[in-house]
Nanobody, 113 residues
Framework: QVVESGGGMVQPGGSLRLSCVVS????????MGWFRQAPGKERELVAT???????IYAASVKGRFTISRDNAKNTVYLQMNSLKPEDTAVYYC?????????WGKGTLVTVSS
C-alpha cells in the first residue's frame, strides 16, 4: 500500500513537501520515484531516488525539486521549491520502474495565483 500526502494549493514561487509512506517490507531494496499527471496529459516521471540514495530528475524540475528517502520510516519525500503553474498535477509515488499494484490515490498540487 502506498499513501501520498502533502499536496495543496500554493502561489507561484511557493514551496510544498510531499510524503509517501510505503507498506513494504523490502522498501529499501527498490528505486523509488515521484510521478505526476496533469489534466489531459499522460503520467510522467519527475524524480527518482535509487536504493543507494542517488537522485535523478526530469529536466523540467531539476534545480527546483529534491527527492529523498528515509528507509527506517519506509517514506519517500519530494521537496518542491519555486513552484510554477505548470507543476499543477496529481503527484504519485511508486517503485521505478513502476508496479501497477503500487499506484495510490496521489496528492493534488495546484499552483495558482
Amino acid at each position: 500500500q502506498v499513501v501520498e500526502s502533502g499536496g495543496g494549493m500554493v502561489q507561484p514561487g511557493g514551496s510544498l513537501r510531499l510524503s509517501c509512506v510505503v507498506s513494504e517490507l523490502t522498501f529499501s531494496n527498490y528505486n523509488m520515484g515521484w510521478f505526476r499527471q496533469a489534466p489531459g496529459k499522460e503520467r510522467e516521471l519527475v524524480a527518482t531516488v535509487t536504493w543507494r540514495g542517488f537522485d535523478i530528475y526530469a529536466a523540467s524540475v531539476k534545480g527546483r525539486f529534491t527527492i529523498s528517502r528515509d528507509n527506517a520510516k519506509n517514506t519517500v519525500y519530494l521537496q518542491m521549491n519555486s513552484l510554477k503553474p505548470e507543476d499543477t498535477a496529481v503527484y504519485y509515488c511508486n517503485r521505478n520502474p513502476p508496479t501497477e499494484a503500487y499506484w495510490g490515490k496521489g496528492t493534488l498540487v495546484t499552483v495558482s495565483s
